[in-house]
């Protein structure tokens, strides 16, 4: 078994639990505030929300791309291909089982965090390695 094995899948479950901390702790926050509607009423969601979550999402998944690379122990742009993947069968799934709620708050969104969530990472990858 390769030594290498625990710290990559490390690296990868690091920036994955990152990005996924980071949005729903912002979405709580900013439902909690006020800002944004109740999760049981996601009709109500306006197109300037969903933007807003769009660019935080997006922000984290650059987040996330850096924190693996950087906790990768060989290969940082493999790693943060790696979670790229990942985080793009993760929003096609998540679209394709929500997509009744995409259709009532608009089908933009999904479809957008599908197209920006492999380069969103792959940028935080390319940033590490930039400013390593």
């Not at 990559?8 to 479950?13: E, K």
């Not at 990152?18 to 009423?41: Q, R, T, Y």
């Not at 995409?102 to 380069?119: E, H, N, Q």
């Amino acid at each position: 078994m390769n030594r290498n094995i625990l710290p990559s899948a490390g690296s990868v479950l690091a920036g994955f639990l990152a990005v996924i901390v980071l949005s729903i702790l912002s979405d709580i926050v900013l439902e909690a505030a006020g800002i944004f509607p109740p999760p049981d009423k996601p009709a109500a969601y306006l197109n300037w929300m969903l933007a807003l979550a769009l660019v935080y999402r997006t922000a984290y998944g650059v987040a996330g791309g850096f924190i693996t690379a950087a906790l990768a122990p060989d290969r940082p742009m493999n790693h943060a291909v790696a979670l790229g993947i990942i985080g793009l069968v993760v929003a096609i799934l998540g679209t394709a089982a929500n997509w009744d709620k995409a259709v009532a708050s608009g089908t933009w969104y999904p479809v957008a965090l599908i197209v920006l969530s492999f380069p969103a990472v792959w940028l935080g990858g390319r940033l590490r390695i930039r400013y390593r």
